[in-house]
């Protein structure tokens, strides 16, 4: 009689403990991310039982990141992590902050909770997949000896018989935005040439001459105002325009040369764990 | 065995009324938890699911004055008026929905229905009272109703730590609003027409004034120089002349719309400064 009770309130519990669970599955499932978040958080309120709680925080995280909603999910592992959960889960959940700050574009707090991983977790090395976000946080933040040393670590760690191309060997060699400014300045259309930029370079040049030969041909023929008025204002205003062009063109490369290296790299390292 | 259906129908339904309000109560300590957890749209989707037909009074007047307030915070302000309307008199925080309620629908320009609120609203605390004066005072203002200001500042103590500084910067607002001189659009162009960009500096907008005067003159130069070395029916006179008019009289409409965007701007910066002290002493009064 007792075995039979002790039976019939197990089984009521895990249907009762359940049920939450798979509602929020069911939901998230259905792409309706905002309900289903809303759903594992009831578990949370709710349910006391680790497992059940840890379900609801991975599936809640699912879904921000589903969402695009980064910082409130790094907010809202932060908030679990103080939680007596076994250290395997919070190693999870700590891997899991760290990749939505990576995501939400936090690059400075990844390393930080890299760093925080090793006493946080007993002493253990931070998991490969922690590594490879530092490797590109680093990279962000164009903090290119560390990344070079953290990549070269990784990959002898992980294919130390396998020769793989060294991505660092060729680190993108960022443009200098003072240099372009200065080309600019002394040289019409230099600064957009050195940004890469030959069209608007060119354009650049011919407006800019333009208002010079202008301003001449307007003098020689006793213009005066027009020659002040409208070709050393044009070449003036194109001068200027030119100068700040170039400054955005090459930080617009620079940009372009990062993100590139960060793909090959995060190409290389994630074929690497999943081999 | 009639007497045993009956009983079991009545056991059935005050089982079924407790673990309704068993059902709601916990519904409303999650929207709760989600609220103080700073999801307040979660926590409005959650009040909205609640099947409102089947609550009582004083549940309804929980959810409503719940989502209204959920719906304050992340400043949805529509639907917290709504929400925060339907709380019956006999809520505990029935004075603190409508007085949010009317700051609402002041902050959205229904200043109308913002000031008929607080005057249906029966309050025996003389704090309460003063509060109220101090938010018809506001709303005055921003409806430009200096007679209707002068009743409710005259209601104004200083006494109250909670708003004193906000009765005293009201009185200011009043004193600068009503000292406000309108400027006239035709002087304006006037101005612009003698010189331009005149009427800008006139209407208080200086720089303006300098950006607009540096161009028409520089027209004006090159449209007298085409005259005098190509004559008035060179091309190049009547290109130069048609900019220099385009510009010119541009700039006279543009100076006669700049004194009403001054006064606009004006106006906007006071709004801004008198909802702040509105708002300021209702959340440092019901918190």
């Not at chain 2, 959205?108 to 008929?116: C, E, V, Y």
């Not at chain 2, 203002?141 to 200001?149: E, H, S, V």
């Not at chain 2, 009289?249 to 801004?272: A, H, M, P, Q």
């Amino acid at each position: 009689m007792t075995i039979r009770y002790c039976l019939t309130c197990i089984s009521l519990f895990v249907i009762f403990s359940t049920r939450g669970q798979g509602l929020a599955d069911s939901l998230y499932k259905a792409g309706r991310y905002f309900d289903a978040s809303i759903a594992y958080e009831r578990i949370l309120f709710e349910n006391n039982d680790p497992n059940a709680q840890l379900a609801a925080i991975f599936g809640k995280t699912r879904c921000l990141k589903q969402e695009g909603r980064y910082d409130q999910a790094m907010t809202f592992l932060e908030n679990w992590q103080a939680y007596p959960f076994p250290d395997s889960s919070l190693a999870e959940i700590h891997y899991q902050q760290a990749l939505c700050t990576y995501l939400g574009g936090h690059f400075e707090n990844v390393l930080s909770l890299v760093d925080r991983w090793s006493y946080e977790h007993g002493g253990h090395s931070p998991t490969p997949m922690l590594v490879v976000l530092k490797i590109l946080a680093l990279n962000e933040l164009g903090r290119w000896k560390e990344a070079g040393d953290a990549y070269h670590t990784f990959v002898a760690q992980r294919e130390p018989a396998k020769v793989l191309p060294d991505l660092y060997l060729h680190i993108p060699r960022l443009k200098s935005v003072e240099k372009a400014q200065w080309l600019s300045q002394f040289i019409p259309g230099a600064g957009q040439f050195y940004a890469g930029r030959p069209g608007e370079a060119i354009f650049s040049i011919l407006i800019q001459t333009a208002g010079i030969w202008f301003a001449v041909v307007s003098f020689e023929q006793h213009y005066y105002v027009s020659a002040w008025l409208i070709g050393a204002a044009l070449f003036g205003a194109f001068h200027m325009g030119g100068v700040r062009r170039a400054e955005v063109l090459v930080r617009q490369s620079n940009r372009k040369k990062m993100l590139a290296f960060n793909e090959a790299v995060r190409e290389q390292l994630v074929s690497l764990l999943q081999q | 065995m009639k007497r045993v259906c009956l009983w079991l129908l009545m056991f059935l339904a005050f089982h079924g009324a407790r673990a309704q309000q068993f059902e709601f109560s916990k519904e409303l300590r999650f929207a709760q938890y989600l609220q103080d957890k700073d999801a307040a749209p979660e926590a409005i989707r959650v009040l909205e699911q609640v099947d409102t037909l089947t609550l009582s009074r004083a549940q309804k007047d929980s959810l409503f004055y719940m989502l209204g307030w959920a719906a304050y915070t992340i400043r949805r302000l529509d639907k917290s008026i709504g929400s925060l309307l339907k709380v019956s008199p006999d809520f505990s925080k029935y004075d603190k929905s409508r007085m949010f309620a009317a700051y609402c629908q002041a902050f959205q320009g229904r200043m109308d229905s913002a000031s008929d609120g607080l005057r249906e609203l029966v309050l025996s605390d003389s704090i309460m009272r003063e509060l109220r004066s101090l938010q018809l005072a506001g709303i005055a203002l921003l409806k430009r109703d200096y007679k209707a200001f002068l009743p409710q500042q005259q209601q104004f103590t200083y006494s109250s730590y909670i708003f004193e500084k906000e009765e005293r910067r009201m009185q200011l607002y009043y004193d600068k609003l009503k000292g406000f001189k309108h400027k006239s659009p035709a002087l304006a162009g006037i101005y612009s027409a003698l010189v331009p960009g005149l009427g800008k500096w006139y209407a208080g907008k200086k720089k303006q004034g300098i950006a607009a005067f540096l161009p028409i003159i520089s027209l004006a130069a090159l449209t007298y120089e085409a005259y005098r070395k190509d004559g008035v029916k060179s091309a190049r006179f009547i290109g130069f002349g048609s900019l220099f008019t385009i510009f010119y009289i541009g700039d006279i409409w543009g100076s006669t719309l700049s004194v009403k965007i001054r006064r606009n701007e004006f106006y906007k910066e006071y709004d801004n400064k008198i909802l702040f002290d509105m708002h300021i002493p209702l959340r440092n009064f019901f918190n």
